[in-house]
């Protein structure tokens, strides 16, 4: 059974920096690509940043040089990190972790957490 369980998120100022994270149970990192994306009501969910089963990276356009998302085995899960700094408003949203099953394309998600960047 895969499970993901997210913390961080909350109110910043434009210029400041949070970390999110996903633990994830039950997924094996080589293979799954492991992933945060993000939503604005209203709009379709797009992806932020993505680490594939062979640990590289992507990232959007609009996030690379400020967001750095990172996987790191605690033993009992993964946990899926993306720092986030030198916040912009454009960047609130609602952001979720998603891991994909590389063979069988099953995908879960996390629960959700809000980024509100606001002087």
């Known amino acids: 059974q895969v499970q993901l369980v997210e913390s961080g998120g909350g109110l910043v100022q434009p210029g400041g920096s949070l970390r999110l994270s996903c633990e994830v149970s039950?997924?094996?990192?080589?293979?799954?690509?492991m992933g945060w994306y993000r939503q604005v009501p209203g709009k379709e969910r797009e992806m932020v940043a993505v680490?594939?089963?062979?640990?590289?990276?992507?990232?959007r356009d609009s996030v690379k040089g400020r967001f750095t998302i990172s996987r790191d085995n605690a033993g009992y899960a993964v946990i899926l990190t993306l720092q986030l700094n030198n916040l912009k408003p454009e960047d609130a949203a609602i952001y979720s972790c998603?891991?994909?099953?590389?063979?069988?394309?099953?995908?879960?998600w996390g629960q959700g957490t809000q980024i509100t960047v606001s002087s």
């Open positions: 039950g997924a094996i990192p080589t293979i799954y690509f």
């Open positions: 680490v594939t089963p062979v640990g590289s990276t992507n990232y």
């Open positions: 998603r891991v994909t099953n590389s063979r069988t394309r099953n995908e879960y």
